[in-house]
């Protein structure tokens, strides 16, 4: 079933969100005696001549909780009124990315999917909306893509325009989940699976870009459904041959790496330029990205680094970056589904045909009805159908049984059609 996207009154444009994390110092760092490269304020960072603004920088000793408090957690908001939304983490290789979006320490991505699930079940039952969460998950290795919860996740899948639903991922298999746990299990399969290795800057490196996709859809007793996709990021860390001391395999992955960071950072700079020519095909992962960036998402990054002076260059890179994409403007829009509301509206006009013929046959004018009060109810179509049903024979009474909820005269389902496709 397609989707659709509301009018422009629903459009919410907005920037980016950016968020900076500073990780600890390594044991490694402390050791060979770093110093802090710069200097870190509420929502700023100064590093040598240059002062980089944020919407709110964690220092080191924030805890997980409290990064998802502040950050991603205003994004369920929108997710729940029908929004795309984009949490992506981004950053040198060893600078916290994984554990500030993993499962195992209790990142972005779990606390995510247990809010998703309490909110769910309150919507479920305080308001009569049956919610359905599907989940993907998918790793960009060396510019292939690979689903992490397929029984063959060695099958590189294809990237594809679809006119209805974007850019997709054809064969990426979707898992209905119905707790947190269901998801965890899932998550703990898929980062199983992930590319890792150890190199000189990291002993569990990343070697892929991952993205974890849970997908609602709500529909509520009456209206029109809604479609959202929550993405959840988490990119692979730029990194330096010279430093990572990579050779063979680890060299050509870091080199793919790369190339497709520094395709993310041409998109960057062209959106927040606002250039007309975005090169979002130049890699799989700018082409996955690309609603989230410019598009029909509500997104925010966080920047992960390393206070370490002996990353001066590759921390400088990411704050650059991390500034720029503050600049960039999507527009989100609520994704609804007009199908159901369709549905109801021609249901409506078979009962309004079938009230036609039982008029008929009474021996009624066949665009009779009775003056309609302020508001149709239950009560009052009951009667009209009661006293035409009086008029006809059993057998006609047999043939046109009718479910009174559903019976409007002409103006009100008119009405109600309008109200239904304006929700």
């Known amino acids: 079933m397609s989707t659709t996207q509301t009018a422009s009154a629903a459009t919410d444009a907005q920037g980016v969100k950016v968020y900076v994390r500073v990780r600890p110092m390594s044991a ?12 870190a304020e509420a929502a700023s960072i100064t590093l040598g001549p240059k002062t980089y603004a944020f919407d ?3 220092n080191a000793t924030e805890s997980q909780d409290h990064v998802f408090t502040h950050s991603a957690a205003g994004l369920l908001d929108g997710f729940f009124e029908g929004y795309n939304t984009t949490v992506f983490a981004y950053g040198q290789t060893g600078s916290g990315k994984t554990y500030t979006m993993g499962v195992e320490h209790g990142g972005g991505i779990p606390h995510v999917v247990s809010d998703v699930f309490s909110r769910g079940k309150k919507l479920d039952t305080d308001k009569m909306t049956t919610v359905v969460l599907k989940m993907s998950y998918l790793e960009i290795f060396n510019e292939e893509v690979f689903d992490l919860l397929a029984s063959t996740p060695t099958t590189s899948l294809a990237v594809r325009d679809d006119l209805k639903r974007g850019i997709i991922v054809a064969g990426l298999s979707e898992h209905v989940v119905r707790s947190t746990d269901e998801v965890n299990q899932l998550l703990l399969q898929g980062a199983g699976r992930r590319a890792t290795a150890s190199t000189g800057m990291n002993d569990t490196s990343s070697r892929s870009h991952a993205i974890c996709t849970l997908s609602m859809h709500q529909q509520p007793a009456e209206g029109m459904a809604k479609f959202s996709k929550f993405h959840l990021v988490d990119l692979a860390g730029s990194e330096r041959a010279k430093r990572t001391l990579a050779t063979g395999d680890r060299f050509k992955e870091g080199v793919h790496i790369n190339q497709a960071l520094l395709t993310l950072g041409k998109v960057i700079t062209a959106l927040s330029d606002k250039k007309a020519f ?8 700018t082409r996955l990205l690309q609603d989230s960036l410019g598009g029909n998402s509500k997104t925010i990054m966080i920047a992960c680094v390393s206070p370490a002076d002996s990353n001066y260059d590759e921390t400088t890179s990411t704050l650059r970056y991390a500034e720029r994409t503050r600049c960039i403007q999507n527009k989100a829009v609520i994704n609804k589904d007009p199908g159901a509301c369709e549905i109801k509206y021609l249901r409506q006009q078979v009962e309004l045909l079938q009230l036609q013929l039982l008029q008929a046959k009474s021996g009624l004018p066949t665009m009779w009805q009775p003056p309609p009060p302020p508001a149709m109810t239950t009560t009052t179509t009951g ?4 006293s035409l049903n009086t008029s006809v024979s059993c057998t006609s009474k047999a043939d046109f049984t009718q479910d009174e909820g559903l019976l409007l005269l002409p103006q009100e389902a ?4 309008k109200k239904c496709m304006a929700q």
């Open 28 to 39: 490694s760092e402390v050791e060979q005696g770093c110093d802090s490269a710069f200097a």
């Open 56 to 58: 709110e920088v964690f």
């Open 278 to 285: 975005v090169p979002y095909r130049e890699s799989k992962l």
């Open 383 to 386: 009667s009209i159908i009661s």
């Open 414 to 417: 008119k009405d109600d059609q």
